[in-house]
């Protein structure tokens, strides 16, 4: 006869059974591609001009952050709810707009034309398709980190001549292909 502790258990040990975790590594990883390289501050390899002002940053209660203070668990989905709803990016409360996003990195890439290939990238792995991630990151927040990550990647003006980012920029060749 079952019990309430046997339920509990068999209950238990369904949902182990049946959630996904993380997905696996990819086949043939190689080893360096485990952690990125250790580098003081990565956002002074690719001069991406601003996309949001400082002040547009600031009234959303985003702080200048320290490349190494590390954040623990996922990000607050409000301040990045609010930067996108300043230039009208949301539908509802916290739906992004596909199409007006589409529009606004247009619009950002008139402005800086180097960028074009890479923000049509951005739009293609971001934009086109629903961004996978875990359910407890919101979408405006899986978003912004996916075209932040290609901008970031496929940077067309990468810094020259600085080891640091020489090592970062090996690393992004070497790896990017097993995560894409």
């Known amino acids: 006869m079952f019990t309430i502790t046997s339920l509990f258990i068999l209950g238990t040990a369904f949902q182990i059974s049946t959630s996904q975790g993380p997905p696996p590594l990819p086949p043939n990883l190689p080893s360096e591609c485990l952690h990125p ?57 916290d739906k992004v707009d596909h199409e007006a996003m589409i529009s606004f990195m247009d619009k950002w890439v008139d402005a800086n034309p180097d960028f074009k290939p890479t923000v049509e990238s951005a739009k293609a792995k971001c934009l086109a398709q629903e961004v996978p991630g875990p359910i407890e990151i919101c979408e405006a927040n899986k978003i912004v980190f996916c075209i932040s990550s ?31």
Do not use: M
């Open 37 to 93: 390289p250790h580098i003081e501050n990565p956002r002074k390899c690719c001069q991406i001009p601003p996309i949001f002002t400082k002040e547009e940053f600031e009234s959303c209660g985003f702080k200048e952050e320290h490349v190494d203070k590390p954040r623990h668990g996922p990000p607050d989905c409000s301040k990045q709810l609010c930067l996108l709803k300043s230039r009208n990016l949301i539908k509802g409360d």
């Open 150 to 180: 290609v901008l970031f990647t496929e940077c067309p003006k990468w810094v020259a001549g600085d080891e640091d980012c020489k090592k970062l920029r090996n690393h992004i060749d070497t790896c990017s292909k097993y995560f894409s």
